[in-house]
């Protein structure tokens, strides 16, 4: 457990104290405690950490959800965390704990990254001033550092008690968040209620990481809605993972629980740089036999036919190490694909065309899902491997409405705009302008040769 009580400090102080009674007596013992007070302030804030954590156990697992350190537990590798301000917006001698967030730095796969979690065990998670100024130290240190910010979310947002001090914070966070955006990944996982003020520090980030289950998003909830509207709606219609997955697009990844979607952040981050001035990390890759069969697949995938459909997530695992492909956005936008592999060992950015639904076709959603995927991997160095088959924009009154116009053109315009390595194979047609001419390809470090083409 990522806890003060597990540190070497307080093991050891333990340790001295149960001598002295053994060797002392109780009594002598006592005295010799009240002549060492630091040891037994030690004492009283790991007892005050074991106490917060059993009633966090018995508030969260009742609700199917883990604590925060649990979750802490999940993320980064074992004995990797560090935590700073631990009591921080506590009072030991009070008998509070802490604050309702824990801010520290650990390892994902051996790389160091900052990470918070509201703990809503603690006034609902709610934000104050502690929370806060906590956070925000973490983000300065973070970007001091240059290394990724994680977030897990868990909060009834604002806390009112504390009035406009605790708006104040939310405005200090929007800043910092900003400052870091494009410098150093944000990924914010939703593991429980985000509400008010608290969603709009997820949505500033790069990617949000949703689950089926106790996640929500919104900006007021169904009670609000009902007397300004008279809207009845639940929480999960109004913002539940699989609406803001497949629906409205905001979340990137709805998982099946809290550890499915601990495991998919730690998986993109395999495939990111710490930041933005350096290039993604590079894995050792030796093509077998079997790659080379598989690749060989690819003449027999693609229908001649430019009306007959094929799934191009086979392409996809055709070309890529290993056939492992992690998508983004997987819910939203399916005539569009977009996600992460390795090519020779080098981390790249898929987008393609999917033929399998709607014939590939760039509509209003698709075009938001593939620009906005670009403009990530051109911020964080990560070449794009474009696989195109796509028979022009959706028409009709309801694209038009929509503002097609004005997203689709965006699509196509990102790469060339961007100072990116790019490489595009058009696999049957291409009825919309493909970039590739005005991109700084480099096919060779981007795609292997025998994925140059697919037809």
């Known amino acids: 457990m990522t806890d003060i009580i597990a540190s070497p400090a307080v093991k050891e102080a333990v340790k001295v104290v149960m001598e002295q009674q053994e060797r002392l007596g109780d009594e002598a013992a006592a005295e010799a405690r009240e002549s060492q007070p630091i040891r037994t302030s030690v004492l009283r804030a790991a007892q005050l950490a074991a106490e917060a954590e059993d009633h966090a156990r018995g508030r969260q697992h009742v609700k199917g959800k883990l604590t925060a350190r649990e979750r802490l537990d999940l993320l980064l590798d074992t004995g990797s965390f560090e935590e700073i301000g631990r009591f921080r917006g506590g009072d030991i001698n009070g008998g509070r704990a802490g604050s309702a967030v824990i801010t520290g730095f650990g390892e994902v796969f051996g790389r160091k990254v900052a990470v918070y979690a509201q703990d809503f065990s603690v006034k609902g998670g709610t934000l104050g001033v502690a929370e806060g100024r906590k956070i925000c130290h973490l983000m300065d240190k973070a970007l001091d550092l240059k290394v990724p910010i994680i977030a897990l979310i868990d909060s009834g ?31 914010s996982l939703i593991l429980g209620p985000c509400a008010g003020g608290a969603v ?13 289950e106790n996640s929500n998003m919104f900006v007021t909830g169904p009670d609000v ?16 993972g699989y609406v803001h997955n497949a629906t409205s697009g905001v979340a990137h990844y709805l998982g099946e629980d809290e550890a499915d979607a601990i495991d998919y952040a730690r998986t993109v981050l395999a495939y990111l740089p710490s930041n933005s001035d350096q290039q993604p990390p ?66 790249v ?46 028409p009709g009154t309801r694209s038009t409405c929509r503002s097609s116009p004005w997203w689709t053109p965006r699509a196509t315009s990102q790469a060339p705009n961007r100072n990116m390595r790019a490489s595009s194979a058009v696999a049957r047609r291409s009825s919309t302008p493909t970039p590739t001419r005005r991109c700084r390809s480099s096919p060779s470090s981007c795609a292997r040769p025998s994925a140059a083409h697919t037809s």
């Open 200 to 212: 709009y520090c997820p949505a500033l980030t790069d990617l949000i990481i949703m689950t089926r």
């Open 225 to 240: 809605v009902k007397a300004a509207t008279g809207e009845v709606i639940s929480m999960d219609d109004l913002g539940g």
């Open 282 to 347: 590079v894995y050792a890759y030796a093509a077998t036999r079997a790659d080379r069969d598989v690749a060989k697949r690819l003449a027999t995938i693609v229908p001649d036919n430019d009306r007959q459909p094929y799934d191009v997530l086979d392409v996809i695992r055709c070309i890529v190490d290993y056939g492992e492909f992690v998508q983004v956005h997987e819910l939203f936008a399916a005539s569009a694909v977009v996600g992460f592999a390795c090519v020779d060992g080098h981390p």
């Open 349 to 394: 950015g898929i987008v393609a065309n999917q033929p399998s639904a709607y014939a590939g076709v760039l509509d209003v959603n698709a075009s938001r899902k593939g620009a906005r995927f670009v403009r990530f991997c051109d911020a964080f160095n990560i070449p794009i491997v474009s696989l195109v088959d796509v028979p022009g924009f959706l």
């Open 157 to 187: 947002g604002a806390r009112i008690q504390e009035g406009v001090a605790a708006l104040t914070e939310y405005g200090h966070l929007f800043r910092k968040t900003c400052d870091a955006s494009g410098f150093v990944p944000q990924l």
